[in-house]
């Protein structure tokens, strides 16, 4: 075992007032760099500067729900509880009735996704057996000023579009984007 001893502290160590001007100097030297860089539209500053200039998502972000519909306009979910139990932040709460075709057993009478709830996670999403749950859509910033603007009902869900060029799963539901019906 090598014992290394402990270096001494030079007398300008121990009164730290040359380290603590050393690090104002380069604090101080980020900040006119970043000053002169935000004027000339250089990329020193790590900073976007929103919402000026909005920052492109990623192709694989986590955006807003959105419920996805059927050819014919209705939801294809089936009220199968299985995203609201699957969410960790209670944020999905859903009320369904029988659907009236013979096909389908239930239906959502209400969805609701409470986005001030909801920590992006994308359990609800994994969770669906009918894909009709997705964070696609075009939305990924929400403001509001009143709690109502941050609870997605199910007409909202079903108004959401997706995405430019977000990931629809197969040709069928691509075919479908183009047609509007989705
Ligand atoms: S993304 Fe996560 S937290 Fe948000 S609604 Fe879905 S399961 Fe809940
Ligand atoms: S898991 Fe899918 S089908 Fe089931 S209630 Fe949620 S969105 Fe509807």
Not at 45 to 53: D, F, G, M, N
Not at 88 to 98: K, M, R
Not at 102 to 124: H, N, Q, T, W, Y
Request: glycine share 6%; with cysteine.
């Amino acid at each position: 075992m090598i014992v290394v001893p402990r270096p001494a502290y030079s007398l300008r160590e121990k009164v730290y007032f040359w380290e603590i001007a050393k690090g104002l100097l380069v604090t101080f030297g980020h900040l006119v760099r970043n000053l002169w860089g935000a004027a000339s539209r250089s990329r020193t500053i790590q900073t976007w500067e929103y919402p000026e200039e909005p920052r492109p998502y990623p192709q694989r972000v986590r955006l807003l729900h959105r419920l996805v519909k059927r050819p014919d306009g209705t939801p294809k979910c089936v009220a199968c509880y299985m995203c609201a139990t699957a969410c960790p932040a209670v944020a999905i709460e859903i009320i369904a009735e029988p659907s009236p075709d013979d096909a389908i057993e239930k239906r959502p009478i209400s969805f609701v996704i409470d986005e001030l709830r909801c920590v992006m996670c994308g359990f609800c999403v994994e969770a669906c057996p009918k894909d009709a749950i997705r964070m696609d859509s075009e939305v990924g910033d929400l403001m509001g000023t009143r709690r109502e603007d941050f609870l997605f009902t199910l007409d909202r869900l079903l108004e959401m579009k997706p995405r430019a060029g977000a990931y629809l799963g197969d040709r069928e539901l691509e075919a479908k984007r183009k047609a509007g019906l989705i």
